[in-house]
């Protein structure tokens, strides 16, 4: 995709992590299975709604139920086999590991005014001292289910499904045009670039 900036005092900053791998997991937490997936991820299954487990910046894990979470890296692309290793370490145990990498796709809008443009179109309250950094959330971004994580003070994630990916951005990126965005029609033309060149 094409990346979106606006600048200024409220500057904010769309782009994609390209490829990110996504595995979908299946296990009772505090079960056998769910040991054996803590042991090959390296990471806690998340104990509690809304908690996100690891590195928000490698591989980290989201709680979407009771008993189902979605590991993330945005530290790598997805290679065949990534679900692999979960996979066997189920081998014989109730539970599921499944390659979700092109089922969703990661964007990241950050800046000052990263929030204020989400304010606009989730029914979430996004103040800091009730979704801090860290937590992740299924919620509806405009009329679209999205997962929507906050990894840092100033940036988000927001994952939709990968067939309403192109819909999403151009609504953040309508949203951003009040802080000085262009319209992303503008953005594709002008900027068929990847998120470093607006780093």
Not at 18 to 37: C, D, H, K, M, T
Request: net charge negative.
């Amino acid at each position: 995709m094409a990346a979106a900036a606006a600048d200024g005092p409220r500057a904010v900053t769309l782009h994609e992590h390209e490829f990110a791998v996504q595995i979908g997991l299946r296990a009772a937490p505090g079960s056998a299975s769910a040991r054996a997936l803590e042991t090959v991820l390296g990471v806690p299954l998340p104990g509690v709604h809304g908690e996100v487990t690891g590195d928000p910046d490698g591989l980290h894990v989201l709680r979407l139920a009771p008993d189902e979470f979605l590991a993330v890296d945005v530290s790598r692309r997805q290679r065949p086999g990534d679900a692999t290793p979960c996979q066997d370490a189920l081998e014989g145990l109730p539970g599921q590991a499944v390659d979700l990498s092109a089922n969703r796709t990661v964007l990241v809008l950050k800046g000052p005014g990263a929030r204020a443009v989400l304010d606009k179109s989730v029914a979430l309250d996004l103040r800091p001292r009730v979704f801090g950094v860290g937590r992740a959330e299924a919620t509806l971004l405009s009329t679209v289910p999205v997962l929507l994580m906050r990894s840092g003070e100033e940036t988000w994630r927001v994952l939709p499904r990968a067939s309403f990916a192109e819909h999403v951005v151009r609504w953040l990126a309508d949203g951003m045009t009040e802080y000085g965005s262009a319209c992303p029609e503008e953005e594709s033309a002008a900027r068929s670039v990847r998120p470093a060149q607006f780093a």
